[in-house]
């Protein structure tokens, strides 16, 4: 890195869910991406939803505190079939973006289409492209998890202003844990 | 009131809705309730739902630290014939519980149902019952509106455990303003 190198952007992406809610942290500066942490936070599937929101709060409230993210992503859900996974779904992610808003973030939203597009490329890409793009672009050195990945995926995507990839080269091989269990 | 009365416990009730949040603080004191406060938070509808999740998230914020509840019941919202809009509600009731969880308060969810059984004393009750009898049991000298009315009728069923009504005596008539616009 050059000494007129943009200072870097740590952006948090989240990818909502009642049972795991993934999250990615990443950097950027200037067009080179670094990885920083990764992981889920699971809520225990036999607690109240008061207790599982919670649960979520407390997580990203301690992801957000030891990673100090500036900017945050959140995917865009899909309305599921059965609307009281739907109802539950929306729950989840009105918590997660709850968190995000009172640790004073801005948040950006990302349809699942507009995520593969800047990740893989297009937008019928597979979960499988999708977490090994990931691994590609940020140098891991293995696959993270689905929830993890589509985390980084759309912080990847709010990276690139929502728009295709370009000619985005990678740096940085900051390998953390960051899982919460 | 006796001297031998048990100190009364405040109870927030919510009704949750992404346009508009309605919200009802009543005292129980024995088996006497006290209306103190009710009315709803407006979302601007035109804002992106990161800015209508900080208004709720603010406007709950607002109300606990005017009202100091001690106990949260918040409506089972129904799932909507529309998959989006029980998304967008479910974000709504996602973000309410988050505000309530954050402030240490216990959160008692009831559903529709047990509401107007708790209220009306039957399931199948019109929403103009409901506000009539929510006026009635609290001493209103008015018809709350229908989304603060369902909010003092769920902090009304939290009273009473989710039961019937029994025997209930309603006491009080501190009418305060509490409307959020």
């Known amino acids: 890195m050059t000494a007129s190198a943009?200072?870097?952007?740590?952006?948090?992406?989240?990818?909502?869910?009642?049972?795991?809610?993934?999250?990615?942290?990443?950097?950027?500066?200037?067009?080179?991406?670094?990885?920083?942490?990764?992981?889920?936070?699971?809520?225990?599937?036999t607690g109240t939803l008061p207790e599982r929101i919670k649960t979520i709060l407390e997580g990203l409230e301690e992801i957000i505190a030891t990673y100090e993210p500036k900017q945050a992503a959140v995917e865009i859900v899909f309305v599921n079939v059965n609307p009281q996974s739907t109802l539950l779904l929306g729950q989840a992610r009105g918590?997660?973006?709850?968190?995000l808003v009172t640790a004073n973030l801005p948040v950006a939203e990302y349809s699942a289409l507009q995520v593969k597009q800047a990740v893989v490329g297009h937008g019928k890409a597979a979960k499988e492209q999708v977490q090994a793009m990931v691994a590609r672009l940020l140098a891991l050195p293995g696959h993270p998890s689905p929830d993890a990945a589509d985390a980084l995926a759309c912080?990847?995507?709010?990276?690139?202003?929502?728009?295709?990839?370009g000619a985005l080269a990678t740096a940085g091989r900051r390998v953390k844990g960051g899982r919460l269990v």
Chains 1, 2 share one sequence.
Not at 158 to 164: I, L, Y
């Open 95 to 99: 918590a997660a973006i709850a968190a």
């Open 155 to 165: 912080a990847i995507a709010h990276a690139h202003g929502g728009q295709g990839m």
């Open 6 to 45: 943009p200072p870097p952007i740590r952006i948090l992406g989240i990818d909502p869910g009642l049972r795991s809610t993934g999250f990615g942290v990443i950097d950027k500066a200037g067009n080179k991406l670094a990885y920083i942490a990764s992981g889920c936070i699971k809520a225990d599937a």
